[in-house]
C-alpha cells in the first residue's frame, strides 16, 4: 500500500467530492452529494442530522461497507476508495473498529468469542487474552461465555464497544450507539467509549442524534440531505472529549 | 376450534413459502411407495387374469418324475375332462451336420457346439386354454387362433410336430449359427428344426430358467432316451372341466398321499408371485426410506417455518392466545400442506406405473392389467399421515411453548424446550402405527421389522453423530487456522444445524450406499468371484451303468480334473413329524424346499464340508431304517429335530426316514451338496441317477462337454458360469429396480438438505456480513465455511458407509441367505460422494452468502 512522506501530518480521513448514488424504482436517488470532510488524527468528530440525511451511509462508505459512486475517501494517506472487497476487510481487522446501533454480535458466539473474532482474523497473537483484557475494560468479565441471547441491551453494546476497541483500531466509528438503549445506560456506554478511546488514542467519528452527546466531542459535523451543511462547528465543549491523545498511531499500513 | 381454523385459513393466505419442503418431500416419498404398490396390483391383476391361460388350464396335476399315472388319467376322462400332458426337463441339444454326425466343423459358430435347454414335450391337445383377448407382455398380437401360440414362419403345431420337428427359442438359432431345416441331436435322436418359438402362453407357469426352451412332440420324448429312470424330469397333467373348481378336492380325496402338487389358476405362477412380493417388499422399503428422510425434510421445514413464525406465535400468546389454540392453528397449517404434498404423491404414484409399466413391458414377468388400485393408494397415504405427523408433532410441540414474553427477548424458541407429555407420548404413538403399519403391510413380517429396527437405529446413529462430532469441535477449539477454528466452531455453537445436516445428508446417503453394497456383493460374488473351489460343469442324469464310462472320459481330459460323483434321486417332502406339509407351518425361508421335487442322495459316509450341529452319523455299513441327514436351517425352518420322521416320496412311493443328524453346510462351495442326504440300504436299491461335477481348466470346457455329449447323449452337462450368468441376468433386473428407488431416496435427501441449508441461510448470510465487517476476507469465511461443511460430510459418509454396510450385511446374510464381502471402491465412492455433496452445498451456500451486500443490513432497524 503507498505511503506518502507527507502520511504523517495529513488527516487521518479525507474525504474528497464523495458521492452515493443508488437505484430505486423510482430513479437513482443521490444518498450522499459531494462531501468533503478532513478529520485529524486523534480527533473525536460528532456527526449529527436528521434522519435520513445519510450519516450512516457516510460511515458505511468510510468503513469500506459500501462503494461510494463518485469521489475519494483516505485513510491515514492511503487511498480506501478502489480497494477490493477483501483488501478493505484487511483494513478493517486493525485500523477500524465499528460500534453499531444494533450491536450486531454473532448470536451463537459467547461474548469472549464475538471479542476474539477480529483479532483471530487477523492471525493476533494472544487473540483470546486480549479479548478477555477489552470485556474486562467494559467490566464483563464475567460474562465471558455468556451468549449475546443471555445479555442485557447494555451488556451486548459493550461487548461490541470491547470488540471494537480490541485490536486497538487507528478510526472508531460509532453509529448512534445508544439508540437501543434507556439514557442511563446509555450514558455509560458513551463514558466508556470515550474512556477506551481516549486510552487507544483513536481518532473518532460519532454519529448521533444526541446534539449534548454530539458537543462532548472536539468537533461537530452536520449533515442533511446528502451535504454536510455546517462543517467544522466547532465544539466549545471539546475539553469534554478528554484531551487528543496524540498521534500514537504510525501510518496505516496494509 | 372454529377460532384455530380461521386463524389458521388467514395466516396460509398469506404464503407459506417456508412449507415447500414438506409438500415435495411428502410427495416423493409417498409417490414411491404408491408407484410401487400399484406396479405391484396391476401385475398381480395380470397373472389373476391371465392365470388359466398360465396355466395351461383350469387344474394342472404335477406328478413329478412320475409319468401321469394311467389311473389319474382315467379318472379324469370319466370327470369330462378334457387333458394336456407336458413334460419338462433340462437337456443338450447339439448340432449335426448333414450326414448325420454332430457336426465338429472348425468352423463358425456351429463347430460341435451344445447348448444347455429346457426341453418341454407337449401333446396334441397343447395348449388347452388360449390367451385372453389383451395382448401379452412382449406386446404380441392379441390371443389368435393358435390359443397364444407363436411361431416363426408361421405354421400349426401338428404341422411344426410333422417329421420329428422341434420349436426352438430363437437364441439357440442365433447362438448356434442354425437354420430352418437344420438337424440337431437331443439324447440320441435327431429332430428337424421347424420354426421358431416366438410366444408359449404357459411359459411363466413352466419356467424355463437355465437355458432356452426346446419345445418338442410328447410321442417323440422317448425316442431321445432321456426319461431313464430316476432322470429329473417334470410330468404334469392340465385339464379343462365344467367341474374344475371342485376338482382340486376331489383329486386329493381321491388319490391321497401321492406327493402330487395340483394347482389352480391363482396358483399359477407361484414363483413369479413369490418374485413380485419380494421385489415389491424391497422396493417398498427403499421407498419408505425415502419417506423417512422426507420426515426429516418435514420436521426441518416445520421448524425452520415455525422459527420464522415465532414472533407471529409470540403476539397470538400476548393477545390471549392458548397454548393449546396455537398448536391447533398451526398443525391445521402444516398437516393442510401435508395433504397437499401426499395427495399429489398419490397421484404421481397412481399415473407413473402406467407410464413405467409400458416401458418396463419387456422386463415384467406378465402384461400389467393397468387401472385403479386403491389399496396401494391408500397404503401410501397412510404412509404420508402418519410420517407427516411424527416428525411434525414435536416442532409443533415446542412452538406451543412459546411464550408471549419470548417477544420481546432475542432467541424466540428457547432450544431447551420440550414437549409436554402428552404429545410426546402421543408422538410415541404415532411412531408405533408407523412401524405396525410397515410390519402389517408386508409380506414377510419379520424383514420388515428388521427394517424398522434398522431405520430407527440409524436416526439414533446420525443424532449420536451429532453429538460426537460437536463434542469434538468444543473440544478441538483453538486448533488451526483462524478460518478452520471458524468453521469447526460453527459446528459445536449453540444451534447449531450439525445434527440436522447429517441426518438430511446421511439418511440418503447411507440407502444408496446400502444398495450399492447390495448390488457390488450380487456382482462380485455372481461374476467376479466364482469361488476357486467351484466346479466348471455339473452333469446330471448319468445312470448307474454309465458313471465308469463317464469317469473314463473325464479322466482321459488332459491337464488337471477333479470330478466327484454323488447319487441322486428326486424326492418330495410329503409330511413332517406326521403332518401332510400342506398344514404344516414352516418359516417363509424354509417353505422352498417343500415345493415339488427336490434332489436326495444318499452316502455311507459324512460329506465334506459339512459340519453336524445335533446328532450323529450313522455307523459305517449301517443298513437299518432309513436315516436322513437334514439341513441345519431347514430343520430350524420346519421345526423338526434329530428323532423326527420326514416323509418323502421317491417315484410314487412314500418313504419314512428318520432324522439321524442336523448338519450345516457351505452352500457358498458350489460343489454338490444335498440338504436331505440318506443313509443307504433302501435307497441304493431304488432307481436312480448321479450327478458329477467336474473342474478343469475353462479351454477345456467344450472339449470335454461334446466328449460327453457324445459318448452318453442322455447326460446333461450344466456349465456353472452361464447358470451365474443367467442369475446375474435376474439379479441385474432386480437392481436396476433398488438403483431406480434408490435414486429417488437420493433426490428426497437432496431436497431434505436444500430445505436444511436453506432455512439456515439467513442466519448465514448475517454472520458473513458481520464477519466481513470485522476483516474477514472472503477467503476465511469460504475456508471457515468449507472446513465445516466438509468435517460433516466426511462424518455422514463414514456413518452412511457403516450403516450401508450393516445393512447389506443383513440383505447378503438373512435375506439372500449368502456371504458378504467388504468392497472398500464403493465405501470410498460413498464417503466422498459424501464429501463432494457437502462441499458442493457448502460453496453454494457461501457464495451466495457472500454476494449479499452487508450495508444494509448492518443499517439500523
Redesign the interface.
Known amino acids: 500500500m503507498d505511503l506518502t512522506p507527507h502520511a504523517l501530518s495529513a488527516p487521518l480521513v479525507r474525504v474528497r467530492g464523495l458521492s452515493l448514488t443508488v437505484p430505486s424504482a423510482a430513479g437513482p436517488v443521490d444518498i450522499l452529494r459531494g462531501i468533503d470532510l478532513d478529520i485529524d488524527k486523534g480527533q473525536a468528530v460528532g456527526l449529527v442530522g436528521p434522519s435520513g440525511s445519510g450519516k450512516t451511509s457516510l460511515l458505511m462508505v468510510l468503513a469500506g461497507l459500501e462503494r461510494a459512486s463518485a469521489g475519494t475517501v483516505m485513510l491515514d494517506g492511503q487511498m480506501v476508495t478502489g480497494l477490493t472487497e477483501d483488501a478493505l476487510a484487511r483494513l478493517r481487522r486493525t485500523h477500524i473498529g465499528i460500534v453499531f446501533q444494533a450491536f450486531h454480535l454473532i448470536p451463537t458466539m459467547t461474548a469472549l468469542e464475538n471479542v476474539a473474532v477480529p483479532l483471530e482474523l487477523a492471525s493476533i497473537r494472544d487473540a483470546a487474552a486480549k479479548a478477555r483484557a477489552a470485556l474486562d475494560s467494559v467490566g464483563l468479565s464475567h460474562r465471558l461465555t455468556h451468549l449475546p441471547g443471555q445479555l442485557s441491551g447494555g451488556e451486548q453494546q459493550r461487548v461490541a464497544l470491547a470488540r471494537a476497541v480490541a485490536a486497538e483500531p487507528a478510526l472508531l466509528l460509532a453509529d448512534e450507539p445508544t439508540g437501543n438503549l434507556d439514557h442511563a445506560t446509555g450514558a455509560q456506554v458513551i463514558e466508556l467509549l470515550f474512556s477506551l478511546r481516549a486510552r487507544i488514542g483513536a481518532t473518532l467519528l460519532l454519529i448521533t442524534h444526541d446534539r449534548d452527546l454530539a458537543a462532548r466531542c472536539d468537533r461537530q459535523v452536520h449533515m442533511s440531505d446528502g451535504r454536510l451543511t455546517d462543517a467544522d462547528l466547532a465544539s466549545s465543549e471539546a475539553g469534554t472529549c478528554g484531551a487528543s491523545p496524540g498521534a500514537r498511531h504510525g501510518p496505516v499500513v496494509s | 376450534m372454529s377460532i384455530a381454523f380461521t386463524l389458521a385459513r388467514r395466516e396460509l393466505r398469506g404464503g407459506v413459502r417456508g412449507l415447500w419442503i414438506v409438500v415435495l418431500c411428502l410427495a416423493l416419498g409417498v409417490g414411491a411407495i404408491a408407484a410401487v404398490g400399484s406396479l405391484r396390483s396391476a401385475v398381480e391383476a395380470g397373472l389373476a387374469s391371465d392365470g388359466r391361460a398360465l396355466l395351461g388350464g383350469d387344474l394342472e396335476v404335477d406328478t413329478g418324475s412320475e409319468t401321469v399315472p394311467a389311473d389319474l388319467l382315467a379318472w379324469l376322462a370319466e370327470h369330462d375332462a378334457r387333458v394336456s400332458e407336458v413334460a419338462q426337463m433340462r437337456s443338450m441339444l447339439a448340432v449335426i451336420d448333414p450326414e448325420g454326425q454332430v457336426a465338429g466343423r472348425p468352423s463358425g459358430q456351429r463347430s460341435g457346439q451344445r447348448q444347455l435347454i429346457e426341453l418341454k414335450a407337449v401333446d396334441s391337445a397343447w395348449p388347452l386354454v388360449s390367451e385372453t383377448a389383451r395382448g401379452d407382455a412382449h406386446g404380441g398380437p392379441i390371443g389368435d387362433a393358435t390359443g397364444g401360440l407363436g411361431i416363426d414362419p408361421p405354421m400349426t403345431l401338428q404341422a411344426a410336430f410333422a417329421d420329428h420337428g422341434i420349436l426352438i427359442d430363437r437364441l439357440i438359432l442365433d447362438r448356434l449359427g442354425l437354420a430352418i431345416g437344420d438337424r440337431v441331436r437331443i439324447g440320441s435322436a435327431t429332430f428337424r428344426v421347424a420354426g421358431v418359438l416366438t410366444r408359449e402362453p404357459d411359459r411363466i407357469a413352466t419356467g424355463a430358467a437355465f437355458g432356452p426352451r426346446v419345445l418338442m412332440a410328447m410321442d417323440d420324448l422317448a425316442a431321445t432316451g432321456l426319461l431313464m429312470p430316476g432322470a429329473m424330469v417334470r410330468h404334469a397333467v392340465r385339464l379343462t372341466a365344467p367341474a374344475a373348481p371342485t376338482m382340486a378336492r376331489q383329486l386329493a380325496e381321491r388319490f391321497p398321499s401321492r406327493g402330487w402338487r395340483i394347482r389352480d389358476p391363482r396358483d399359477a405362477a407361484p414363483g413369479v408371485t413369490r418374485f413380485i412380493d419380494q421385489i415389491a417388499l424391497f422396493l417398498t422399503l427403499v421407498g419408505l426410506t425415502s419417506l423417512l428422510v422426507g420426515g426429516i425434510g418435514v420436521a426441518n421445514g416445520v421448524r425452520a417455518w415455525l422459527d420464522a413464525r415465532a414472533r407471529t406465535i409470540a403476539i397470538l400468546r400476548c393477545l390471549g392466545a392458548s397454548a393449546g389454540l396455537v398448536f391447533a392453528v398451526c398443525l391445521i397449517q402444516v398437516m393442510a400442506l401435508a395433504s397437499l404434498g401426499i395427495m399429489a404423491g398419490v397421484g404421481l404414484g397412481g399415473l407413473l406405473p402406467v407410464v413405467a409399466g409400458r416401458l418396463l413391458s419387456g422386463l415384467l414377468p406378465v402384461a400389467p392389467v393397468f387401472g385403479f388400485y386403491p389399496a396401494p393408494l391408500v397404503l401410501a397415504a397412510a404412509f404420508g399421515v402418519l410420517i407427516a405427523l411424527s416428525f411434525a408433532l414435536w416442532p409443533l410441540a415446542r412452538a406451543a411453548r412459546i411464550p408471549g414474553g419470548a417477544l420481546f427477548?432475542?432467541?424466540l424458541i428457547p432450544e431447551g424446550t420440550r414437549p409436554s407429555w402428552p404429545l410426546a407420548l402421543a408422538n410415541l404413538a404415532l411412531v408405533a402405527a408407523l412401524i405396525g403399519l410397515t410390519v402389517l403391510a408386508a409380506g414377510d413380517r419379520r424383514f420388515a421389522l428388521y427394517f424398522c429396527a434398522a431405520a430407527l437405529l440409524t436416526l439414533i446413529l446420525f443424532r449420536a453423530g451429532g453429538w460426537l462430532v460437536m463434542l469434538v469441535a468444543r473440544l478441538a477449539a483453538g486448533l488451526g487456522s483462524?478460518a478452520m477454528?471458524?468453521g469447526i466452531?460453527?459446528l459445536h455453537?449453540?444451534?447449531?444445524p450439525t445434527p440436522l445436516l447429517l441426518l438430511s445428508a446421511g439418511l440418503g446417503l447411507s440407502t444408496l450406499a446400502a444398495v450399492a453394497l447390495i448390488q457390488g456383493n450380487m456382482g462380485v460374488q455372481i461374476a467376479d468371484q466364482l469361488p476357486a473351489k467351484a466346479p466348471s460343469f455339473f452333469f446330471i442324469d448319468i445312470q448307474n451303468e454309465q458313471v465308469a464310462a463317464f469317469q473314463r472320459i473325464v479322466e482321459a481330459q488332459p491337464g488337471p480334473v477333479e470330478v466327484r460323483d454323488v447319487p441322486s434321486l428326486r424326492a418330495r417332502v410329503v409330511a413332517l413329524k406326521g403332518v401332510p406339509v400342506e398344514q404344516a407351518r414352516v418359516s417363509p425361508d424354509s417353505a422352498w424346499a417343500l415345493r415339488g421335487d427336490r434332489g436326495l442322495t444318499y452316502a455311507a459316509a459324512e460329506p465334506e464340508g459339512a459340519r453336524i450341529v445335533s446328532g450323529a452319523w450313522w455307523p459305517a455299513g449301517y443298513d437299518g431304517k432309513p436315516l436322513v441327514s437334514l439341513d441345519a436351517t431347514l430343520a430350524k425352518g420346519w421345526g423338526v429335530g434329530v428323532g423326527d420322521v420326514v416323509r418323502v416320496n421317491v417315484l410314487g412311493r412314500d418313504l419314512d426316514l428318520t432324522i439321524a443328524n442336523v448338519r450345516e453346510i457351505d452352500w457358498r462351495s458350489l460343489g454338490i451338496n444335498f440338504f436331505m442326504v440318506a443313509s443307504p440300504g433302501i435307497l441304493s436299491r431304488a432307481p436312480h441317477t448321479h450327478i458329477a461335477t467336474v473342474k478343469l481348466p475353462e479351454d477345456q470346457e467344450a472339449a470335454l462337454l461334446r466328449a460327453v455329449t457324445d459318448a452318453l447323449p442322455n447326460v446333461t452337462g450344466i456349465r456353472v458360469r452361464d447358470v451365474l450368468g443367467a442369475v446375474a441376468d435376474i439379479l441385474n433386473q432386480v437392481a436396476m429396480a433398488l438403483s431406480v428407488t434408490g435414486g429417488v431416496t437420493l433426490l428426497a435427501g437432496s431436497l431434505v438438505l436444500v430445505g436444511a441449508v436453506a432455512a439456515g441461510q439467513r442466519?448465514r448470510i448475517r454472520?458473513a456480513v458481520?464477519?466481513?465487517?470485522?476483516?474477514?476476507?472472503?477467503?476465511?469465511i469460504r475456508a471457515a465455511w468449507l472446513t465445516e461443511f466438509g468435517i460433516l460430510g466426511l462424518v455422514a459418509g463414514l456413518i452412511a458407509a457403516a450403516v450401508g454396510s450393516a445393512a447389506s450385511f443383513g440383505v447378503m446374510h438373512y435375506i439372500l441367505h449368502t456371504y458378504w464381502i467388504f468392497l472398500p471402491r464403493t465405501l470410498i465412492c460413498t464417503i466422498t460422494g459424501a464429501l463432494a455433496i457437502m462441499l458442493v452445498f457448502g460453496y453454494t451456500t457461501v457464495s451466495a452468502a457472500l454476494r449479499a451486500?452487508?450495508?444494509p443490513l448492518?443499517?439500523?432497524?
Open positions: 427477548r432475542d432467541a483462524p477454528r471458524l466452531a460453527n455453537r449453540p444451534g447449531a442466519r454472520e458481520i464477519l466481513k465487517t470485522l476483516g474477514a476476507t472472503r477467503r476465511q451486500p452487508p450495508a448492518l443499517r439500523n432497524e
